[in-house]
C-alpha cells in the first residue's frame, strides 16, 4: 500500500507537490494576510483568499473575518440592523413598530453584547492583531 502511494505522489506534477512559497504580497490586502498568519501561527501558503468576500480568509480548516475597527463596527451594526429586523421587529404589531426607536435599540446592544457575539459566529471571540480584529466565522 505504501508503495503504491509512494509511486501516486511521484507521478504527480510537481506544481501539486511543492510548497506554494507565497507571501505577503500574494494577497490582495497583505496586512490582513499577515495578522491572520500572526494569529494562528502557520505560513502564507495555509492561508487563501475567500472568492465572496474581501474581508474573508480560509485558513487551517477554518474561515476568519478580518477586518479593522471602522469596518467591524459597520460589520456590527449591519449584523444588528438585520437582527432587528428578522427577529424583533417581525414580532410587533405593525402598528407599534412604527413607534420603536432603532437606533437607541442599537446603541443598547453595543452597551451590552460585543461584536464577537455577532461577528463570530463560530466560537463569539475577537481577537485584536495589530490594527485588525479576527472573528472566526466557520
Known sequence: M?????????????????????TKEDFDNPDQAEALKNHIACNYDAISECSYDENILK????EYLVVDEDTANELWDQSLENYL????????????QQYFDREKWKTDMKKK??????????DGAEYSVGDFFIYRIN
Open 2 to 22: 505504501k508503495k503504491t502511494l509512494a509511486r501516486q505522489v511521484e507521478a504527480m506534477p510537481s506544481d501539486m507537490t511543492e510548497d506554494l512559497d507565497l
Open 59 to 62: 485558513a487551517e480548516g477554518g
Open 85 to 96: 429586523e428578522d427577529c424583533v421587529l417581525c414580532e410587533l404589531d405593525t402598528v407599534i
Open 113 to 122: 453584547g460585543s461584536k464577537a457575539e455577532f461577528l463570530a459566529g463560530y
